[in-house]
């Protein structure tokens, strides 16, 4: 089994905001240690390794590096304010080209899509950002087909999702893509993910 075994990297980076990762980690992470036999298994990686300090001071211990991460079949880029230094940070933007173009499937939650869109891989495709940031996606690539109300848009290589929460969405779809519907509401009740805002 274990040389079957696909992966999902979820990247770290200084600034990431906390729930744009942790969310799809939860979601993830309950998914492939529960059934295992899916044959999916889930980690976090820095550039570098070691510890990343995000947005809201939250400290984590990233699982691996760039250099030494296993395969990297699905790559989840969380968004926050530390990817607006690598909208223009062109080895980044290279390397996330080179992510896309070894047929990782691409997904990003909140202003990850932002990363995305100016390393060019959004490119006359649907997507959606934190609201906020949604007239920077224009900005960054005005051919992209801007879904302002969607919390996640699936263009089969590459899904982006809204901010923050819309990210734990994503995540049960895909399970949902990956391991069937029946497994994502699996999913859904063991991580107990029954949005009822009190407000």
């Keep these: 089994m274990a040389d079957d075994i696909k992966h999902i990297g979820i990247l770290l980076f200084p600034d990431v905001e906390e729930l744009d990762a942790i969310g799809p980690w939860e979601v993830l992470s309950y998914w492939t240690r529960t059934w295992?036999?899916?044959?999916?298994?889930?980690?976090?990686?820095?550039?570098?390794?070691?510890?990343?300090?995000?947005?809201?001071?939250?400290?984590?211990?990233?699982?691996?590096?760039?250099?030494?991460?296993?395969?990297?079949?699905i790559l989840i880029y969380p968004g926050g304010q530390g990817t607006r230094p690598q909208l223009h940070d062109e080895e980044r933007l290279a390397w996330v080209r080179r992510r896309r173009d070894d047929g990782t499937l691409m997904t990003s939650v909140c202003t990850g899509a932002l990363v995305y869109a100016a390393a060019g891989i959004l490119r006359e495709?649907?997507?959606?950002?934190?609201?906020?940031?949604?007239?920077?996606?224009?900005?960054?690539?005005?051919?992209?087909?801007?879904?302002?109300e969607a919390r996640f848009v699936d263009c089969d290589d590459v899904i982006t999702s809204a901010g923050v929460s819309a990210g734990i969405d994503m995540a049960l779809h895909l399970v949902a893509r990956l391991a069937g519907v029946e497994r994502a509401r699996e999913v859904r009740r063991g991580i107990q993910y029954d949005p009822e805002p009190p407000i």
């Design 36 to 73: 295992p036999d899916d044959g999916w298994q889930v980690y976090t990686f820095a550039q570098s390794g070691g510890e990343v300090v995000c947005a809201k001071g939250l400290r984590v211990r990233v699982d691996h590096s760039e250099a030494d991460r296993p395969g990297l079949d």
């Design 125 to 148: 495709r649907a997507a959606t950002t934190h609201w906020k940031s949604l007239d920077v996606l224009t900005q960054l690539d005005p051919t992209i087909d801007v879904r302002a």
